[in-house]
């Protein structure tokens, strides 16, 4: 009885808190294009060497059209084109859970040292991350059950919310004064 | 000889540690923790005189000490967080909202209780103990776990206490769990296993806390220079990148 009082009672504390904290912010995520690009600018002033893999080469990989030509002029090698496809599917998808990995760790350098941190904003950050990392594993598994051709809508999916995601902490460390960006770049470049 | 020095053992590192604190300066930076190690080791001197001397009333006076020793230990854990987050405040302002939330969690957990008349954990004080233990390990798991995720670099001698404070307190659960389910049986060995770590830990904190040890400080290279080497490093980049494209388009 106690354990189950202790549960029922975390777990109602908990959707209390994201309701009130963390939905709102959710909600009202979209930056205007302006902002994203200036928060985008802070992101590689801090840390250059990060960068997102390219939305072109996902596309290219899943091109429904390139498949089609395979069908009609070689069908022979259909079998072979698409398990070549859905390696390069999944090397794509692995380079996006490093990037995701990299940017989480800047993340964290910015928020442990911001005193403007607000506690909304790092349940969305992790709340955003979280969702992320599942989409990319449903795509791996996606890729690996129905072939690349099949998960390319989920691709466009997760470059919006990374997008989302690099907006939020790139306009986080907007907000940092130039000392805390020199000690996080120096952080940076002693963890890379 | 030895077993007339063995009751003093725990006191006489007590003090050892107490007289590190002074010389190290280590008393100024963590004042609530020494503070803790002086009531604790009064404790063990009051509890021996009335052992000797007044052995009937030797119960009580354990556990009123007892009580007054582990309410202090919130006083360590509320030290420690300001210590290890002061240059953090991003992380301190994450530990105070899910501190808050942890404390809720067992307020309502406690309200919940009172409601359905499931008073278990009043009725005897070693259930008391363990609870209080219990919220204990909780805040420290907290601390170690935020400590973790943001990678905050702590010194020797914060985490001698954060991670030596947090071992007797799991330590402390568990003896207390067991004594709760073995009963009289398991007295014996509750002792012994309380003597034990308790020891043990005095000689973590003795190692931990003999000199002054700061946390490891990230020393930042003067902007303009940090600045000149991203721009160098950016540029690198997008030549790299450039290169690539130009090496595709010019594929026959």
Same mark, same amino acid.
């Given at each position: 009885?106690? &354990? ?57 990989? &899943? ?72 989409? %990319? ?56 | ?27 100024? %930076? ?25 052995? &009937? ?114 330590? &402390? ?80």
């Amino acid at each position: 009885m106690t &354990s189950l009082a202790l549960i029922a009672s975390f777990i109602v504390l908990a959707i209390l808190l994201i309701g009130g904290l963390a939905w709102p912010k959710i909600l009202n995520s979209s930056l205007p294009m302006k902002a994203k690009n200036e928060a985008r600018t802070q992101l590689m002033s801090l840390a250059g060497d990060l960068e997102l893999p390219s939305y072109v080469l996902a596309s290219g990989i &899943s091109d429904p059209l390139d498949l089609q030509f395979v069908r009609s002029h070689s069908p022979k090698l259909e079998k072979a084109f698409i398990k070549d496809r859905a390696q390069l599917a999944r090397l794509w998808l692995q380079e996006n859970r490093y990037f995701l990995n990299r940017l989480m760790r800047l993340h964290r350098l910015i928020a442990r040292t911001n005193p403007s941190l607000s506690v909304g904003t790092e349940l969305r950050v992790m709340a955003i991350g979280g969702i992320l990392r599942g989409v %990319l594993v449903a795509s791996e598994l996606l890729v690996l059950l129905a072939g690349p051709f099949r998960a390319r809508h989920v691709a466009s999916l997760a470059m919006g919310i990374f997008d989302d995601l690099s907006a939020t902490v790139g306009s986080l460390a907007g907000t940092l004064d130039a000392g805390q960006k020199a000690t996080i770049r120096a952080d940076w470049a002693r963890m890379a | 000889m030895a077993a007339y020095f063995t009751p003093f053992l725990s006191t006489i590192l007590l003090l050892g540690l107490l007289i590190l604190g002074l010389r190290s300066r280590l008393l100024a %930076l963590y004042p609530m923790f020494y503070f803790y190690l002086a009531t604790v080791a009064l404790c063990q001197l009051i509890r021996i005189a009335i052992i000797n001397y007044y052995k &009937s009333y030797y119960l009580p006076v354990y556990w009123y000490t007892q009580f007054v020793c582990v309410a202090l230990g919130f006083g360590i854990l509320w030290e420690i967080y300001g210590a290890v987050f002061r240059h953090f405040p991003g992380t301190a302002r994450m530990a105070r909202f899910l501190v808050s939330f942890a404390l809720a969690t067992v307020l309502l957990n406690t309200l919940i209780q009172i409601a359905t008349a499931q008073s278990a954990g009043l009725s005897s004080v070693i259930s008391l103990e363990k609870n209080m233990r219990l919220v204990q390990a909780g805040l420290l798991a907290l601390g170690i776990a935020l400590v973790i995720h943001y990678e905050i670099p702590i010194g020797k001698n914060a985490g001698g206490i954060l991670y030596g404070y947090g071992a007797f307190v799991i330590t &402390s659960v568990l003896l207390l769990s067991l004594r709760e389910h073995f009963g009289p049986s398991f007295y014996t060995w509750w002792d012994a296993g309380q003597v034990l770590s308790y020891r043990t830990i005095l000689a973590v904190w003795l190692y931990t806390l003999h000199s002054y040890c700061p946390a490891p400080k990230v020393v930042a290279s003067p902007a303009m220079a940090e600045d000149y080497y991203w721009l160098g490093k950016t540029t690198q980049t997008s030549l790299a990148k450039l290169k690539r494209s130009l090496g595709k388009a010019l594929q026959p």
